[in-house]
């Protein structure tokens, strides 16, 4: 793993806070320094001792890091790299935490500069509460911390971020930058809009049904209950993401549009069938359960020293459902000009899958479970 000792956090909210809380958990030797424009929330990281220094100012805060995780709004993240880019050691690791990818991902590449190295990530994690006051050291436990590496990404880098994560208690998963704002589009922004949308129509309408809030129970308060959210956050995550969230709407309102000229018409199988559907989908949604260490395994890969391996491998395991626990690198003599990737997966015939999906693209793959018998 890549030596990090110095972390620099910039945005000292919900999620940058508690991500100071948990590294300082997994390990009491990383010195953190913190800042935030806002001198109030740099006041409570240190009198929470959220944080072990703080910085005079953007440049300031990353001059020493080995690892700067911009932890700000999306809309100030580019913002924010081009103040720090000059200032930044050579070999240092960048990551950010917003909840868009694709145009944050391609913008940082050509911001900073070409010795240093730029892992986009998000962590799905939140929390009704928001800033320092509310951070927590267990936000991130059983949470999914995804990393969207490019095929520039370096190996140990990758490596050292997802094993970070994975010790704060994140499923850590790795996909492709535009891959992550489809998915997020469809799960967690379109959700949002539906949300705030479903309560303007109320809203409007109880000016002629006054007693309609009055009878607003438990089903319009839990599919509503994200509605009050950060307007000021969810106006930047529409625009960063407003590819995706257009094509998820439009999807959407065709569902709604079919339904609708099945409810005209009077197709009682149709509407039937739709409830039914939705049903099941719904209750075969994965649940989070103790970890079956009779399906763990550990893949044994050769690899070249070259930029992209470790995200073209992640990448390729990832698309197929596996869950990647842990990964360490070992340089070896066995492999010339590069050395041995152990990844630790989880999963249903997760040793088959991630072989085969390996061996398509050219790699030689060990496989044995952790416990019992080798494949």
């Known amino acids: 793993m890549k030596n990090i000792k110095n972390i620099t956090i910039i945005g000292l909210g919900l999620i940058g806070g508690s991500l100071a809380l948990s590294l300082k958990k997994f390990n009491n030797d990383f010195t953190l320094t913190g800042y935030d424009s806002s001198p109030e929330a740099i006041n409570i990281a240190i009198y929470r001792k959220i944080i072990d220094k703080t910085a005079k100012d953007y440049e300031d805060a990353v001059k020493n890091a080995d690892l700067v995780i911009i932890a700000t ?62 951070a927590r050291q267990d936000l991130f436990i059983n949470a999914f911390y995804v990393l969207t590496p490019t095929d520039n990404t370096k190996t140990e880098a990758l490596a050292a971020l997802h094993t970070l994560f994975t010790k704060i208690g994140a499923k850590v998963i790795t996909i492709s930058p535009v891959e992550h704002d489809k998915i997020v589009s469809l799960i967690s922004h379109l959700p949002h809009i539906i949300s705030t949308n479903l309560v303007s129509l109320v809203d409007d309408r109880q000016k002629e049904l006054t007693n309609l809030f009055k009878l607003c129970a438990g089903g319009f308060r839990d599919m509503t209950r994200i509605a009050a959210s950060n307007p000021k956050m969810w106006v930047d ?27 005209t018409d009077n197709n009682e199988e149709y509407v039937k069938k739709h409830y039914v559907q939705a049903k099941e989908a719904r209750l075969n949604l994965p649940k989070f359960i103790d970890k079956d260490i009779s399906k763990l395994y550990e893949l044994r890969i050769g690899i070249p020293d070259k930029q992209g391996v470790l995200s073209e491998i992640t990448l390729a395991i990832s698309s197929m459902g596996v869950n990647i626990e842990d990964i360490s690198i070992f340089h070896s003599t066995e492999v010339l000009g590069g050395g041995i990737l152990k990844i630790l997966i989880h999963g249903e015939n997760a040793g088959v899958v991630s072989k085969e999906v390996l061996e398509k693209l050219g790699y030689e793959v060990n496989v044995k479970k952790v416990i019992g018998e080798e494949d």
Do not use: C, Q, W
């Open 73 to 134: 709004p999306v809309r100030l993240i580019l913002e924010v790299a081009n103040r720090i880019k000059d200032k930044l050691k050579s070999g240092v690791i960048v990551t950010d935490v917003g909840s868009a990818k694709e145009n944050i991902v391609e913008n940082m590449n050509k911001i900073l500069p070409k010795d240093v190295i730029f892992i986009g990530g998000h962590p799905m994690a939140g929390s009704e509460n928001e800033g320092v006051l509310s």
């Open 237 to 263: 995550i529409s625009f960063e993401n407003k590819k995706e969230i257009i094509n998820a709407l439009d999807g959407y309102i065709d569902y709604l549009i079919k339904f609708k000229e099945n409810l």
